[in-house]
Every structure is written in structure tokens, then in C-alpha cells.
């Protein structure tokens, strides 16, 4: 069967007429929570469904991160934020937001041969390790206070030695 897990805290519909889908609820979730469950599950897949509205042009690409540092490959609706930033069939999928445009993309995810899907699942692992691991955010953070110590001997606000590395 394939399992479709549902974060939220408004509880889906259960039922379907599909014998090979099982539909599994689990809630709402603080973030420690959800990211625990996503290394525990080790999704294939993760769908990010947005709508085409001011409020989802506002968000972040967080969940290709999430879905990334996870394994899974993401189906995104082909809308801002993810529209500028996804590559369709490279590092994602897009699904236009329609009940054909959905399944095409699942299909199409759900028939890419093994080395294929591995391949990609790497490209994704190599994109999020570049843009969204601590090393390097904490490396370009650490270096801004350090450019600004310099600049700014005398500050108060500004540690005379840089905290140790620690994850985020």
C-alpha cells in the first residue's frame, strides 16, 4: 500500500476508494516533533500543495529543505515561492494545481526507474547541504560579526571572541 501521511491539524478524509492507499493522520506537530518524524519516516515522496494567493508568495522554500534533508523528493504546486526556485524533474516535480495536474506529477514521480530516482534524490541532497546546512549559514554569519567587530572596535553589543561553531 502506499501510505500517505498527513501533517495538520485539521484531520483529512480517511476514505478512499483506493485500495492500495491508506490515508495516516498525524496531527499537529511542534517542529522538533515533525522533523523527528520525518528522519523516523524516510518519506519517498513529500507534496507541498500551495495555493495561487498573495499569502503563499510570501513563504519559504522550507519544506524543499525539510523534504531534502530528509531523502524524500518534493512535488510542489508550480507556484511562487517554489516556481522560481524548483527544477522540474531535476531537483523536484511540479503539479499544476488540478486533480489531473496532481496525479500526472505523483505518476511521473511514482514511475521513475530506481537510478533515476536515486540520482535526483542526490542532486537534492547536494542542493540542500548548499543552501540550507548550518556550516556554511554559520560560517557567513560568523564572518559578518567578525567584519563587524573589526569595523566597530569599541562596540559594547559586539563579543570580543566569536562563539564555537554550534548546529542550528
Do not use: C
Not at 507541498?48 to 524543499?64: A, D, G, W, Y
Not at 531523502?71 to 486533480?99: C, K, L, M, Q, W
Not at 548548499?130 to 567587530?149: K, N, Y
Amino acid at each position: 500500500p502506499l501510505l500517505l501521511y498527513y501533517f495538520s491539524n485539521d484531520p483529512p478524509e480517511h476514505f478512499t476508494d483506493d485500495p492500495h492507499l491508506r490515508v495516516v493522520w498525524m496531527g499537529f506537530r511542534s517542529y522538533s516533533s515533525y522533523k523527528q518524524l520525518l528522519d523516523l519516516l524516510k518519506p519517498e515522496l513529500g507534496l507541498v500543495l500551495l495555493r495561487q494567493e498573495e499569502f503563499s508568495r510570501h513563504k519559504s522554500v522550507i519544506k524543499f529543505a525539510e523534504y531534502g534533508f530528509a531523502g524524500a523528493i518534493g512535488i510542489y504546486s508550480r507556484v511562487a515561492p517554489y516556481a522560481d526556485f524548483i527544477e522540474d524533474g531535476a531537483n523536484g516535480f511540479f503539479a499544476e494545481n488540478t486533480y489531473e495536474g496532481w496525479k500526472s506529477s505523483l505518476l511521473r514521480a511514482l514511475r521513475m526507474p530506481s537510478e533515476v530516482r536515486l540520482q535526483m534524490k542526490e542532486r537534492i541532497g547536494r542542493d540542500v547541504r548548499a543552501q540550507f546546512d548550518f556550516q556554511p549559514i554559520h560560517g557567513l554569519f560568523r564572518s559578518l560579526l567578525a567584519e563587524h567587530a573589526k569595523a566597530t572596535p569599541s562596540a559594547p553589543d559586539v563579543p570580543e571572541n566569536l562563539p564555537d561553531l554550534q548546529p542550528f
